[in-house]
């Protein structure tokens, strides 16, 4: 392709999106640029006795040797490198009354769903998350029940069950996307540090999958491979196998939906070196960093609640002060009764995962945490850092991935961001059940002991108290303009997805919905003509949009929304632009030449003008002349 024609097509995209991009713009000045922090575990080199505790390996190796691993330019470690960041994406929050149903927020889309997912206790309700006067994000969780119709795995059928909690989920999905970069957000964690029960979370997830639609991520999570191999081949969804493209996709290249955890935090009150974490230096609270990845190592392999023995887990990774390699948790079996083969499309995913000591203080004010994604390409096998208030938690380097002889590598598929409070039975709630208790039934509003006893001690008080309220601050996104491979946008020219999700639409939306994501309502929300300040009831205010006499918001240019309270946001450049008629080079008939067609046109004009006369013609009598009327009286 010609460079002139490149660099019009460019301007083109750029032209068409002339204004628009994701900058909240209450951002401030001074944290519209970042570096990139430096890798320090922060150990001293001389730890005492009492820092060291001793290992046990896993007590279960295998004898299968791992499959080869695909040959990649290796990285030398640290991967740190002074560049400056600038800021493609933020939210700050401040505009209070915000809120996140489907069709509301151009950035962020609240679910109205049931959580099918990880043995999941509440349902996502969109009214549990909202703005406050503060200019914070609120997450709310609360003991409040919802009946929903629910799929029996066992008896293969629906059935009604009723949730006993109710909490939020936001997602970015096909909205904004980013590969490569730094994300960092501003957040004070929900509940007490010290009672077990909730989880908080905030994570990247590849767009091919929508979290909690499932049928979405079959196959699909948490995919990062891009070699050919027998696992990709049966277990793999979108495989380089493939020697035919479809969906826009390119041929040879493996997809996916790869999870970065930023944090999963687990309250609670069992300390490091007894019970669940007896061979860990990490008790509750504690926040788990992880990169979920598939295919992981099939057989050789760590067991939960052990250390790794030689060559059972990946190199290249490094934790900072306070943090321990997550023993308890290296992933999942991935195994789906539907499909016609279970036995050759079962898959091992991996979680390569760091737990970081908490306390008290981060559940009581803001903290800021950190996550810097360096992309993979053929010079490079890129990176994963995680921090907490600028100190390290965890560093992958993507070397040490390439080469764990699985063919994973560090995620290349744009992702978006997910914030979640979720209530589950398979998180900080007892291992054992108490005495005499079947843990079955969770309901903290139920006078029965079966119904309470399987909880954490003062799980329920603290939920009948005040629900507690996961706050953010601000959430930004930073890329280095000089990288490539660093790109803003759900559908990239190296990994596209909007072709595929339109292609299996019923797989990212409910069975009632129209599609999975509705257009964005701007305006038309009920206001007060006499309301004032900033709130739904004015609009915004004066500088976001206009109450009219008749009760109806109009908002202005910039801001959207029914109330006018969200700042417009769109990609800068539109790389995948919907397909018309006209792209596959169609152009309907031409049945009869112009001078023919206008030729035509003047001849029905004039038979239309003669038809009018004659019809004004046909009741004119003719007047009798006055002199034959005069002889006629005579």
Same mark, same amino acid.
């Given at each position: 392709?010609?460079?002139?024609?490149?660099?019009?097509?460019?301007?083109?995209?750029?032209?068409?999106?002339?204004?628009?991009?994701?900058?909240?713009?209450?951002?401030?000045?001074?944290?519209?640029?970042?570096?990139?922090?430096?890798?320090?575990?922060?150990?001293?080199?001389?730890?005492?006795?009492?820092?060291?505790?001793?290992?046990?390996?896993?007590?279960?190796?295998?004898?299968?040797?791992?499959?080869?691993?695909?040959?990649?330019?290796?990285?030398?470690?640290?991967?740190?490198?002074?560049?400056?960041?600038?800021?493609?994406?933020?939210?700050?929050?401040?505009?209070?009354?915000?809120?996140?149903?489907?069709?509301?927020?151009?950035?962020?889309?609240?679910?109205?769903?049931?959580?099918?997912?990880?043995?999941?206790?509440?349902?996502?309700?969109?009214?549990?998350?909202?703005?406050?006067?503060?200019?914070?994000?609120?997450?709310?969780?609360?003991?409040?029940?919802?009946?929903?119709?629910?799929?029996?795995?066992?008896?293969?059928?629906?059935?009604?069950?009723?949730?006993?909690?109710?909490?939020?989920?936001?997602?970015?999905?096909?909205?904004?996307?980013?590969?490569?970069?730094?994300?960092?957000?501003?957040?004070?964690?929900?509940?007490?540090?010290?009672?077990?029960?909730?989880?908080?979370?905030?994570?990247?997830?590849?767009?091919?999958?929508?979290?909690?639609?499932?049928?979405?991520?079959?196959?699909?999570?948490?995919?990062?491979?891009?070699?050919?191999? !027998?696992?990709? &081949? @049966?277990?793999? +969804?979108?495989?380089?196998?493939?020697?035919?493209?479809?969906?826009?996709? $390119?041929? %040879?290249?493996?997809?996916?939906?790869?999870?970065?955890?930023?944090?999963?935090?687990?309250?609670?009150?069992?300390?490091?070196?007894?019970?669940?974490?007896?061979?860990?230096?990490?008790?509750?609270?504690?926040?788990?960093?992880?990169?979920?990845?598939?295919?992981?190592?099939?057989?050789?392999?760590?067991?939960?609640?052990?250390?790794?023995?030689?060559?059972?887990?990946?190199?290249?990774?490094?934790?900072?002060?306070?943090?321990?390699?997550?023993?308890?948790?290296?992933?999942?079996?991935?195994?789906?009764?539907?499909?016609?083969?279970?036995?050759?499309?079962?898959?091992?995913?991996?979680?390569?995962?760091?737990?970081?000591?908490?306390? !008290?203080?981060? &559940? @009581?004010?803001? +903290?800021?945490?950190?996550?810097?994604?360096?992309?993979?390409?053929?010079? $490079?096998? %890129?990176?994963?850092?995680?921090?907490?208030?600028?100190?390290?938690?965890?560093?992958?380097?993507?070397?040490?991935?390439?080469?764990?002889?699985?063919?994973?590598?560090?995620?290349?598929?744009?992702?978006?961001?997910?914030?979640?409070?979720?209530?589950?039975?398979?998180?900080?709630?007892?291992?054992?059940?108490?005495?005499?208790?079947?843990?079955?039934?969770?309901?903290?509003?139920?006078?029965?002991?079966?119904?309470?006893?399987?909880?954490?001690?003062?799980?329920?008080?603290?939920?009948?108290?005040?629900?507690?309220?996961?706050?953010?601050?601000?959430?930004?996104?930073?890329?280095?303009?000089?990288?490539?491979?660093?790109?803003?946008?759900?559908?990239?020219?190296?990994?596209?997805?909007?072709?595929?999700?339109?292609?299996?639409?019923?797989?990212?939306?409910?069975?009632?919905?129209?599609?999975?994501?509705?257009?964005?309502?701007?305006?038309?929300?009920?206001?007060?003509?006499?309301?004032?300040?900033?709130?739904?009831?004015?609009?915004?205010?004066?500088?976001?949009?206009?109450?009219?006499?008749?009760?109806?918001?109009?908002?202005?240019?910039?801001?959207?929304?029914?109330?006018?309270?969200?700042?417009?946001?769109?990609?800068?450049?539109?790389?995948?632009?919907?397909?018309?008629?006209?792209?596959?080079?169609?152009?309907?008939?031409?049945?009869?030449?112009?001078?023919?067609?206008?030729?035509?046109?003047?001849?029905?004009?004039?038979?239309?003008?003669?038809?009018?006369?004659?019809?004004?013609?046909?009741?004119?009598?003719?007047?009798?002349?006055?002199?034959?009327?005069?002889?006629?009286?005579?």
């Amino acid at each position: 392709m010609p460079l002139l024609f490149k660099a019009l097509v460019l301007q083109v995209l750029l032209i068409s999106n002339c204004g628009a991009d994701w900058i909240d713009p209450d951002t401030p000045e001074h944290v519209k640029t970042t570096t990139p922090l430096t890798v320090d575990p922060g150990f001293k080199k001389n730890p005492s006795p009492q820092q060291e505790y001793p290992r046990e390996h896993t007590k279960y190796p295998t004898t299968a040797a791992p499959t080869t691993s695909p040959t990649f330019k290796p990285t030398p470690y640290p991967t740190y490198q002074s560049h400056t960041y600038e800021l493609v994406f933020s939210e700050e929050f401040n505009v209070p009354g915000r809120t996140f149903e489907d069709g509301v927020d151009p950035r962020w889309t609240a679910l109205d769903k049931n959580d099918y997912t990880n043995d999941a206790l509440h349902y996502y309700a969109p009214e549990n998350a909202e703005t406050d006067e503060h200019g914070h994000l609120v997450i709310r969780t609360e003991a409040k029940d919802t009946d929903v119709v629910g799929f029996d795995d066992i008896n293969g059928t629906k059935t009604r069950v009723t949730k006993h909690f109710r909490s939020a989920m936001l997602q970015s999905w096909n909205k904004f996307c980013f590969t490569g970069g730094i994300i960092e957000a501003e957040v004070e964690l929900p509940g007490k540090h010290n009672v077990g029960g909730l989880w908080p979370a905030l994570w990247l997830l590849g767009n091919l999958a929508r979290h909690t639609y499932v049928g979405s991520s079959e196959h699909v999570w948490p995919w990062s491979s891009g070699v050919c191999t !027998a696992t990709s &081949f @049966n277990a793999q +969804h979108i495989s380089a196998c493939r020697e035919v493209g479809h969906y826009g996709m $390119k041929p %040879g290249v493996g997809r996916g939906s790869p999870e970065i955890d930023i944090f999963e935090v687990q309250p609670g009150d069992v300390k490091a070196n007894t019970g669940p974490f007896l061979r860990t230096t990490v008790g509750q609270p504690f926040m788990s960093a992880s990169f979920q990845v598939a295919p992981g190592r099939p057989t050789y392999r760590p067991g939960p609640g052990f250390w790794p023995g030689p060559g059972q887990w990946y190199t290249g990774l490094l934790g900072g002060q306070n943090t321990s390699l997550n023993i308890g948790f290296y992933g999942n079996y991935n195994f789906f009764r539907s499909d016609p083969h279970p036995g050759k499309s079962a898959y091992w995913s991996d979680a390569i995962s760091y737990n970081r000591q908490l306390e !008290a203080k981060h &559940f @009581n004010g803001s +903290h800021t945490y950190r996550l810097e994604w360096d992309v993979p390409t053929e010079e $490079k096998d %890129g990176y994963l850092h995680w921090f907490l208030d600028g100190d390290l938690i965890l560093a992958i380097n993507g070397t040490g991935v390439a080469t764990g002889g699985t063919g994973s590598e560090i995620s290349s598929e744009p992702s978006y961001i997910v914030l979640n409070t979720a209530v589950s039975s398979q998180w900080g709630f007892p291992l054992e059940c108490p005495e005499g208790c079947e843990c079955k039934h969770y309901d903290c509003h139920s006078a029965d002991f079966a119904d309470q006893c399987g909880f954490s001690p003062g799980f329920c008080e603290m939920m009948l108290d005040e629900p507690p309220q996961y706050k953010v601050n601000s959430i930004r996104v930073y890329q280095n303009p000089d990288f490539e491979e660093q790109k803003v946008g759900c559908s990239t020219p190296e990994r596209p997805t909007r072709r595929y999700i339109e292609g299996h639409e019923k797989l990212y939306k409910r069975e009632f919905d129209d599609r999975p994501l509705k257009a964005i309502q701007r305006g038309r929300g009920y206001c007060n003509p006499r309301a004032t300040g900033v709130s739904r009831d004015s609009c915004g205010g004066p500088d976001r949009g206009t109450c009219t006499k008749g009760s109806v918001c109009e908002c202005k240019e910039g801001w959207t929304g029914p109330h006018c309270l969200a700042a417009d946001a769109h990609d800068p450049i539109a790389w995948d632009i919907p397909d018309k008629i006209s792209d596959v080079g169609f152009v309907p008939p031409s049945l009869f030449p112009r001078g023919l067609l206008v030729g035509l046109f003047l001849v029905a004009v004039i038979l239309l003008m003669a038809v009018q006369l004659r019809t004004r013609l046909r009741g004119w009598q003719p007047i009798p002349d006055v002199d034959q009327k005069v002889r006629g009286f005579s």
